[in-house]
């Protein structure tokens, strides 16, 4: 279960210079449509901040082609530290109005960008190592399969809306959407082992799909991949439910999702099916050493239209050894 005070730094649980907070805040603009990451990574015991600025419309593969894209790997962490209040040196400024239900985000890069945005959380945190919240974490109990080690095991996503504005060369562009932010603590290494599709469908303020896939790349760049889901929810009108089983089947261009099937059932036992398209493209490197295959979805579940992002990461060594193969 999440608590107000995971709103706050964790203690480190030990000196190793991995260990990591991360604040993930994504939304997007579908008219355009843009997509927009702000994110941070602390790494208290050597005091410094990852922090990436992405901006992005078209389907591109290279970070610098992106719209906007602004990588600092080494920003110090203010001090007094305080995850709830902090402003870094590449002009983000985060502050937690209500602990894991309400924050406000400010960035301005002093050039050509500025954006500022309220989230306000539309459901309950959802803790993918809680049994009592997910499903399948409460079958797989003493596994040790539902977590990808001590990464993930202070991890919640929750569903919220959106509401600000964003300008960026000289057009301002407002911001009024339900989209996904997420919050971890953990080891956290330089090297990504594991894989994994982050993903997440918003249809309206009642009704949203968030899942979490295991994804094998080595088939390859434009290889289909079919993918058991690992753990999410379905938000229905502010109340969670777990997801309990399912599958993704998607069609790629390179690494990216060119399209997506998901089919998930619920711990009430209800089915839903999905249908995404990619609108956008992007590689998102969240740190020096993961690459998130990042697209912005524009989703079908019934008669309902939706949008959201697909994260799909790999390690830039597993990439590696793929290419070099080629």
């Known amino acids: 279960m999440i608590k107000p005070e995971d709103a706050d730094f964790h203690t480190p649980t030990s000196d190793d210079p991995t260990w990591a907070e991360t604040n993930f805040f994504g939304f997007y603009i579908p008219e355009v449509p843009l997509n927009v990451g702000v994110y941070a990574l602390f790494r208290q015991n050597v005091g410094v901040v990852i922090s990436t600025i992405a901006i992005n419309s078209r389907f591109v593969d290279k970070p610098w082609e992106a719209d906007y894209w602004d990588p600092q790997h080494h920003l110090p962490i203010p001090q007094p530290a305080d995850l709830r209040n902090y402003e870094l040196r590449n002009g983000l400024k985060v502050v937690s109005v209500e602990p894991n239900r309400v924050w406000q985000v400010e960035f301005d890069n002093g050039k050509n960008v500025s954006m500022h945005f309220r989230y306000t959380a539309l459901g309950e945190a959802f803790d993918i190592s809680d049994p009592d ?4 974490v409460k079958a797989q109990q003493g ?3 539902f977590a990808w080690g001590e990464a993930y095991k202070g991890h919640f996503d929750q569903t919220g809306h959106y509401e600000g504005e964003l300008t960026f060369n000289g057009t301002t562009y407002p911001i009024d959407c339900v989209s996904t932010m997420d919050h971890s603590w953990g080891l956290r290494a330089e090297h990504q082992d594991h894989n994994m599709s982050w993903l997440h469908a918003h249809f309206s303020q009642d009704f949203a799909i968030h899942a979490i896939f295991d994804f094998d790349h080595t088939g390859g760049p434009d290889a ?14 502010g109340e969670v439910f777990g997801l309990a089983s399912g599958t993704s089947r998607t ?13 998930v059932v619920d711990s009430a036992g209800r089915e839903w099916t999905l249908r995404g398209s990619g609108r956008t493209s992007f590689p998102w490197q969240a740190g020096p050493g993961t690459v998130g295959f990042n697209v912005l ?11 959201g992002e697909i994260q799909d990461f790999v390690g830039p060594q597993n990439l590696a050894a793929i290419y070099t193969r080629l």
């Open 224 to 237: 289909v991949t079919v993918a058991p889901v690992l753990h999410g929810y379905v938000l229905d009108h």
């Open 133 to 136: 919240q997910d499903p399948i």
């Open 143 to 145: 596994s040790e399969t």
């Open 251 to 263: 069609i790629r261009e390179g690494y990216y999702a060119k399209s997506v099937e998901i089919d």
């Open 297 to 307: 979805a524009e989703w079908q579940c019934g008669d309902l239209t939706g949008w």
